[in-house]
């Protein structure tokens, strides 16, 4: 099983605030790797897929970056909207997630 | 727009049956692979179950396999889980998935099952 491990655990910042998330894989997942957006009693939503690809409707501030096995998830500046709690999730290998990393605010 | 929407969660003994259902909208059902999958409590998210877009081909994870099924009708848009033998870390929100281009595209709000005597 190909395990994801997210840092941080939490991230406290303020809107207008660049966020930058990492999602670490325990083997290579190539590029097959892609970021959730969850709030309580909402759906998930897709924000990026493919490492680096957004989703559809997805803003601008959200972008995605890696491959092997390191990966970044960056929003360039915090929207109010934004805290919520954000998980990776690989397919190279069946699919899994990492734990999450919440995005608070400040 | 896409909807997904999932009912049947509740209370249930260990060793009780639950039936869940997640009805679709918005995009044509038969085309899609659709997936299981839950979060316990204070735990990451976890892939359940999923099958291909005429319910031929079905996948399980380990721990679920040979107690949980997964089936759909695409005659109504609606994606089932019949969950048997239910344990108490069967605890968890269960969400209903559209796959689509290889990622869980579209997942519905979750329905809460909750094993415990």
């Known amino acids: 099983e190909i395990v994801l491990t997210q840092s941080p655990a939490t991230l406290s910042l303020s809107p207008g605030e660049r966020a930058t998330l990492s999602c670490r894989a325990s083997?290579?997942?190539?590029?097959?790797l892609a970021w959730y957006q969850h709030k309580p009693g909402q759906a998930p939503r897709l924000l990026i897929y493919?490492?680096?690809n957004r989703a559809t409707g997805i803003p601008a501030r959200f972008s995605g970056s890696g491959s092997g096995t390191d990966f970044t998830l960056t929003i360039s500046s915090l929207e109010p909207e934004d805290f919520a709690v954000y998980y990776c999730?690989?397919?190279?290998?069946?699919?899994?997630f990492g734990q999450g990393t919440k995005v608070e605010i400040k | 727009e896409v909807q997904l929407v999932e009912s049947g969660g509740g209370l249930v003994q260990p060793g009780g049956s639950l039936r869940l259902s997640c009805a679709a909208s918005g995009f044509s059902f038969s085309s899609y692979w659709m997936s299981w999958v839950r979060q316990a409590p204070g735990k990451r998210l976890e892939w359940v179950a999923n099958?291909?877009?005429?319910?031929?081909?079905?996948n399980y994870v380990d721990s679920v396999k040979g107690r949980f099924t997964i089936s759909r009708d695409n005659a109504k848009n609606s994606l089932y889980l019949q969950m048997n033998s239910l344990r108490a870390e069967d605890t968890a929100v269960y969400y209903c998935a559209k796959y689509g281009s290889g990622w869980f595209d579209y997942w519905g709000q979750g329905t809460l099952v909750t094993v415990s005597s």
């Open positions: 999730q690989q397919r190279s290998n069946w699919w899994t």
């Open positions: 493919d490492a680096s």
């Open positions: 083997q290579s997942v190539s590029s097959y």
């Open positions: 099958i291909n877009q005429d319910g031929s081909e079905k």
